[in-house]
């Protein structure tokens, strides 16, 4: 005990005298400074550089993938658009020959002068059925007294012909069909080649 009051009287006779004498060593400001925030609770200059670029990397994670759903999501809308679409060109592409049956048996009426009821009948299915298709998107491709198209026109015949314009499309045999801008069936037709325009 003794021992320890000498040794405290010692230090603290050591402290006055450099401070007397103004040698006193102290810290460099910047570990005072540390030294003193982490006595206070604080953190060390060092550890708050650790977690800010934790924190950045954190937060260009987040970022990248915030943007890698963004695009999931978009992705995704799309092939679901895109499926949809196919489910419905599979669907309409079934009832073509339907279409191409009714558009027959009112061909075959205007010529053989069948009942006037069974006719207007058969034409208000037929256009029932267009107005369903117009809603799901499907359009039929204009082909009669339109100049010929290879993208959408099926050539069947070629007409010489004096009354119409070269490569202009004289008879639709079988009507054309797009599901927006999807084409569906090309329409089969006759062409017209007049000698006369070249």
């Known amino acids: 005990m003794a021992f320890d009051k000498e040794q405290d009287q010692t230090l603290q ?42 924190r950045d990397a954190l937060l260009d994670r ?6 890698e759903f963004e695009n999931y999501r978009k992705r995704n ?24 049956n009714f ?9 053989e002068g069948a ?19 117009s809603r799901l998107g499907v359009q039929a491709v204009a082909a009669q007294g339109s100049t010929f198209d290879p993208r959408v026109h099926e050539a069947i015949e070629m007409v010489e012909s004096a009354d119409h314009a070269d490569h202009e499309v004289i008879d639709e045999l079988q009507r054309g069909y797009k599901l927006k801008e999807r084409l569906l ?14």
């Open 103 to 111: 558009d027959l048996a009112l061909r075959s009426q205007r010529t």
């Open 13 to 54: 006779a050591a402290e006055e005298s450099g401070e007397q004498n103004g040698t006193h060593e102290s810290l460099p400001p910047a570990d005072a400074q540390e030294l003193a925030q982490e006595s206070q609770g604080g953190v060390s200059r060092q550890e708050y550089d650790r977690v800010s670029q934790e």
């Open 185 to 198: 069936r090309p329409a089969m037709v006759r062409v017209a080649t007049n000698p006369t325009s070249k």
């Open 62 to 67: 987040l970022a990248r993938l915030q943007a």
């Open 77 to 100: 809308a799309r092939e679901q658009a895109e499926f949809r679409e196919y489910a419905v060109a599979d669907a309409v592409k079934t009832l073509l020959p339907i279409l191409d």
């Open 115 to 133: 009942d006037p009821a069974l006719r207007s009948g058969i034409e208000l299915i037929r256009k029932q059925m267009d107005d369903v298709l």
